[in-house]
T-cell receptor
Framework: DADVTQTPRNRITKTGKRIMLECSQT?????MYWYRQDPGLGLRLIYY???????NKGEISDGYSVSRQAQAKFSLSLESAIPNQTALYFC????????????FGPGTRLTVL | QKEVEQNSGPLSVPEGAIASLNCTYS??????FFWYRQYSGKSPELIMF????GDKEDGRFTAQLNKASQYVSLLIRDSQPSDSATYLC???????????FGSGTRLSIRP
């Protein structure tokens, strides 16, 4: 089945460490997204990419960076992790049609101590 | 004002009844509307999308859209305990570049 995968699924790290979260997809979609989810705040967009050469900031990009290594791979980095980046992180993809429905990976639970 | 608003709940509905979930949005240029279901600790799963005024039915689910009132709803008929989850309303921004999510309504189906 065409799918969206994320690694790692769980990560505990310390303040100041650099962390990379990876996302891969076999759906053949052009568009990829990174979200974080905090209790009561819903899904907030961090970065999105419409193709390998296109990177766009979302509503909460400070403290994060991304890399689109290929059509199928989109990585999120926390250069120097801080405790308020503790959250559930989701990668999503979409085909890029005018309806733009998105499909989500299983998520990465990140804890910054 | 949030761009997409939902009542956080919890909404408690008896098994077999109709659950009604509501969502309002602020961008009049919004074009596509989505309902996602999310179980605790899991990823959002697309249930339905709608882009024309009126109703769209898929099995036990009906999405309703009223663009004049900027209102979209999801009805779940014959509610089952497995429907207990958080339901996220999402709206495509008028630029069509991204989706804006509501914070979700927690639904609980009681036996």
């Amino acid at each position: 089945d065409a799918d969206v995968t994320q690694t790692p699924r769980n990560r505990i790290t310390k303040t100041g460490k650099r962390i990379m979260l990876e996302c891969s997809q076999t759906k053949g979609h052009d568009r990829m997204y990174w979200y974080r989810q905090d209790p009561g705040l819903g899904l907030r967009l961090i970065y999105y990419s419409f193709d390998v050469k296109d990177i766009n900031k979302g509503e909460i990009s400070d403290g994060y960076s991304v890399s689109r290594q290929a059509q199928a791979k989109f990585s999120l980095s926390l250069e120097s992790a801080i405790p308020n980046q503790t959250a559930l992180y989701f990668c999503a993809t979409s085909k890029g049609s005018s309806y733009n429905e998105q499909f989500f990976g299983p998520g990465t639970r990140l804890t910054v101590l | 004002q949030k761009e997409v608003e939902q009542n956080s709940g919890p909404l408690s509905v008896p098994e077999g009844a109709i659950a009604s979930l509501n969502c309002t949005y602020s961008d009049r240029g919004s074009q596509s509307f989505f309902w996602y279901r999310q179980y605790s600790g899991k990823s959002p799963e697309l249930i339905m999308f709608i882009y024309s005024n009126g109703d769209k039915e898929d099995g036990r689910f009906t999405a309703q859209l009223n663009k004049a009132s900027q209102y979209v709803s999801l009805l779940i008929r014959d509610s089952q305990p497995s429907d207990s989850a958080t339901y996220l309303c999402a709206v495509t921004h008028s630029s069509a570049s991204k989706i804006i999510f509501g914070s979700g309504t927690r639904l609980s189906i009681r036996p």
